[in-house]
T-cell receptor, first 116, second 118 residues
């Protein structure tokens, strides 16, 4: 049981390049999401999905696309990388879209992205 | 909207000292509360959680009590070790305002960098 797996762990991009951060979970979780972590900002939600074929925007969606073609996978695409997207990205998943009762969100190990 | 406020640090303590990291929140309804820990170069790990008022979450010697009357969830440990050096995030769960109530998400504090010196 691998949990939430993210790749790559480290990536350097040039401004204007595109790339995809991969995220997979093997826990049959309904709910998946992407956060970015910036110094002094905590974590902020980029996009989330409550099931295959269903995605929605979070707090900071601009410059990112997502899709959810299967329950297991939730890739995050940077369309045209900008230095402001230099950040640590975390994929997360949960059994349910509802977190009442302390339903836990599990995080991947993070992807460190630098845009130069 | 929901928000979490925590001391940002860095907080520097000597080994075996008593630790308190303050966390207060603003939320509608009755959120669950969480502490996550991030060790250097690693991802986020759930440290403990509490789901209702007066619940106490505990793990690895850390404790936090859900105080509804003071809207707080302070993290404590009686005797810290060098291995506890990390960034600690307080978070609460709540309805995502972007989803029309169709899903929940986590709102995080900015994180507290804890440094324990031998």
């Amino acid at each position: 049981n691998a949990g939430v797996t993210q790749t790559p762990k480290f990536q350097v991009l040039k401004t204007g390049q595109s790339m995809t951060l991969q995220c997979a979970q093997d826990m049959n979780h309904e709910y998946m999401s992407w956060y970015r972590q910036d110094p002094g900002m905590g974590l902020r939600l980029i996009h989330y999905s409550v099931g295959a074929g269903i995605t929605d925007q979070g707090e900071v969606p601009n410059g990112y696309n997502v899709s959810r073609s299967t329950t297991e996978d939730f890739p995050l695409r940077l369309l045209s990388a900008a230095p402001s997207q230099t950040s640590v990205y975390f994929c997360a998943s949960s059994y349910s879209r509802t977190l009442l009762g302390g339903n836990t969100i599990y995080f991947g190990e993070g992807s460190w992205l630098t845009v130069v | 909207g929901n928000s979490v406020t925590q001391m940002e640090g860095p907080v520097t303590l000597s080994e075996e000292a008593f630790l308190t990291i303050n966390c207060t929140y603003t939320a509608t309804g009755y959120p669950s509360l969480f502490w996550y820990v991030q060790y250097p170069g690693e991802g986020l790990q759930l440290l403990l959680k509490a789901t209702k008022a007066d619940d106490k979450g505990s793990n690895k010697g850390f404790e936090a009590t859900y105080r509804k009357e003071t809207t707080s969830f302070h993290l404590e440990k009686g005797s810290v070790q060098v291995s506890d050096s990390a960034v600690y995030f307080c978070a609460l769960s709540g309805s995502l305002r972007y989803s029309g109530g169709g899903a929940d998400g986590l709102t995080f504090g900015k994180g507290t960098h804890l440094i324990i010196q031998p």
